[in-house]
């Protein structure tokens, strides 16, 4: 069993990005509010805890798998998400292809977004849908971005009462 003593301290955050850009983080916080509307709930979070997988964001994994909880998603479908294309039967043809277009749209070093990539998302969902789910993906990624460089402190977050 592990034990307080047996754990690594946790870094330090770099900076206060809400403090000291403050225009910058309500600009975001504005975006992200855009997002929101327009976008399944359930299918934003998971979007969210993937991107954020992909990027090693431990802050924004900590909020959005609480989120995701909070609002009724199962431990075991959050559980699988890092494995989510050997456990496609957990989520539906629309999950699947927002989670592959986040990965498509999150290691862009890979390469441009595969054409047979987004002919799935759009197979799935009416353009503005897609738009939406586009727009969700570059969002935590940006979001992403800001908790790694700044080194945002995961564990002190409480999601909000549904």
Not at 100 to 105: H, Q, R
Not at 133 to 156: C, D, H, K, Y
């Amino acid at each position: 069993m592990t034990t307080t003593e047996d754990r690594v301290a946790p870094h330090v955050p770099r900076l206060n990005l809400a403090e000291l850009a403050p225009d910058a983080y309500k600009a975001m916080i504005r975006l992200d509010a855009s997002v929101r509307r327009g976008i399944d709930p359930v299918l934003h979070e998971l979007i969210k805890i993937r991107a954020s997988q992909l990027n090693h964001c431990a802050f924004c994994l900590d909020m959005h798998t609480k989120d995701a909880l909070a609002a009724g998603e199962s431990v075991e479908r959050i559980v699988q998400l890092s494995a989510w294309e050997e456990s496609k039967h957990f989520y539906t043809a629309k999950e699947v292809a927002a989670l592959e277009l986040t990965e498509a749209v999150t290691v862009l070093t890979d390469g441009f977004v595969p054409d047979e990539v987004y002919a799935r998302a759009a197979a799935v969902f009416d353009e503005a849908e897609l738009a939406q789910v586009i727009a969700a993906i570059t969002v935590i990624n940006a979001w992403n971005r800001f908790g790694v460089t700044t080194r945002m402190l995961p564990g002190e977050y409480e999601p909000a009462a549904h």
